[in-house]
């Protein structure tokens, strides 16, 4: 058991009846990869690779962050370790890139936007990292790319990982990574359709998400009641990502901090998450809710939650 009480399970979880739901950890740090391991973490569901960047003077240069990615691809050898590009801007600064200062920060030059100015190299030199990784590394390694709101951003990282792979130094034919977009745009949920048709996951990042689909400033304690993922215009934006990825048969998670909620696994169990990706400290009690839960009766529950018409009335949903 750990200190929230709750067993520590290794195996991967399944619903009562039989529906495997992948349960991952959140990381920043590479100190966290052995707790989240002991606690139970099936691979990394978001590798924060902004963390890398912190408490230093100067970017990390492509051979450290090649150690940290290596480090976590050996930490889950039978795993998926899906690790996501630079996503700094908005709430994330680090002081030696000395980017201009912005009006309004979340709605300026942050995530895959910084990542694909023209004035960066730190794209190009986290993605031959990454690749380099991927090839010596034991576990499967994804990429992710964050605040996507256009296909074109896509495209544009894309051509971006393509150019990186062109590159000599590895073994090219050892890897061949999963590539995923996080939606935390409204615009990547209207046009997850068309995301999903190009990548191989999605993973739905609520923090983000509920901030801008309910225009409440996710460190603002005054609008905190609106920033709650569990308003029925988000849960609706959760729902359509699930429809979405799953019609291009691809794989759908989630790693804001709802899917750390036990309280909540039975609602994103039932929305047809297939991924949960958490705080580590959660991974056990999450663990033990998805494998209580009847994936059948989950899956009423989560039509008639994000039919709601009101918070309350989705959380008399949960409750009942
Ligand atoms: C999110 O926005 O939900 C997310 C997981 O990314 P971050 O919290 O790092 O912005
Ligand atoms: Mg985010």
Not at 46 to 74: N, V
Not at 75 to 90: N, W
Not at 91 to 119: C, H, Q, T, V, W
Not at 151 to 176: C, F, S, T
Request: glycine fraction near 8%; aromatic fraction near 4%; charge should be negative.
């Amino acid at each position: 058991a750990n200190e929230s009480g709750a067993a520590v399970v290794n195996d991967s979880v399944k619903t009562t009846d039989g529906r495997h739901v992948e349960v991952a950890a959140n990381i920043g740090q590479p100190a966290e990869l052995e707790p989240a391991a002991k606690r139970g973490a099936d691979g990394v569901g978001l590798y924060r690779t902004e963390f890398l960047f912190l408490d230093r003077e100067t970017p990390p240069s492509e051979d450290e962050q090649y150690e940290a990615i290596r480090q976590a691809l050996d930490t889950f050898p039978d795993g998926r370790v899906v690790v996501r590009t630079l996503d700094i801007g908005g709430d994330k600064r680090i002081p030696y890139l000395d980017l201009p200062d912005e009006e309004n920060p979340f709605l300026g030059e942050r995530g895959i936007r910084r990542s694909l100015a023209p004035d960066s190299d730190l794209f190009a030199t986290q993605l031959r990292a990454l690749l380099r990784a991927a090839a010596d590394g034991a576990g499967d390694l994804a990429i992710m790319f964050p605040l996507v709101a256009t296909i074109e951003e896509l495209d544009a990282a894309l051509d971006a990982l393509e150019a990186a792979a062109g590159l000599d130094d590895y073994d090219a034919d050892a890897v061949d990574p999963e590539v995923g977009v996080m939606i935390e745009t409204p615009s990547a949920v209207f046009m997850a359709d068309e995301l999903a048709a190009r990548v191989d996951f999605l993973s739905i990042g609520t923090n983000d998400l509920t901030q801008y689909v309910m225009a409440a400033d996710r460190e603002n304690e005054r609008v905190g009641d609106l920033h709650d993922p569990t308003h029925p215009g988000v849960l609706r934006a959760i729902q359509q990502t699930v429809t979405a990825a799953h019609a291009e048969d691809i794989w759908v998670g989630m790693c804001g901090e709802m899917a750390g909620d036990p309280d909540l696994t039975e609602l994103l169990v039932g929305l047809g998450l297939d991924e949960l990706s958490m705080s580590a400290v959660t991974i056990p009690e999450v663990k033990t809710a998805v494998s209580e839960t009847s994936y059948s009766s989950a899956s009423e529950r989560g039509d008639r939650a994000q039919l709601a018409a009101t918070r309350s009335e989705v959380h008399t949903t949960l409750d009942t």
